[in-house]
């Protein structure tokens, strides 16, 4: 049942308070999860492309 666009069911959304967050290996900013990361966020080190190519360019890896 949906009233006024808000569906029945809040309790299964995340709320964005609650969102894991890391920390981006080269630019030491914190950075929450994002959907597209859901199967892999173990693995997920940079908070965008542009500090991924540019850790790779510079040789910052851990």
């Given amino acids: 049942m949906r009233i006024y666009g ?3 069911s ?3 959304e995340m709320k964005k308070e ?3 967050q890391k920390i981006c290996i ?3 900013r914190p950075f929450s999860w994002r959907k597209k990361w859901e ?3 173990a693995q997920v ?3 965008s492309k542009a500090c991924g ?3 790779r360019t510079r040789g910052v890896s851990r």
Avoid: E, F, G, V
């Fill in 6 to 8: 808000l569906s029945q």
């Fill in 10 to 12: 809040r309790s299964s």
């Fill in 18 to 20: 609650n969102l894991p």
């Fill in 26 to 28: 080269y630019c030491q």
């Fill in 39 to 41: 199967r892999d966020w």
């Fill in 45 to 47: 080190r940079y908070c």
């Fill in 53 to 55: 190519s540019a850790a």
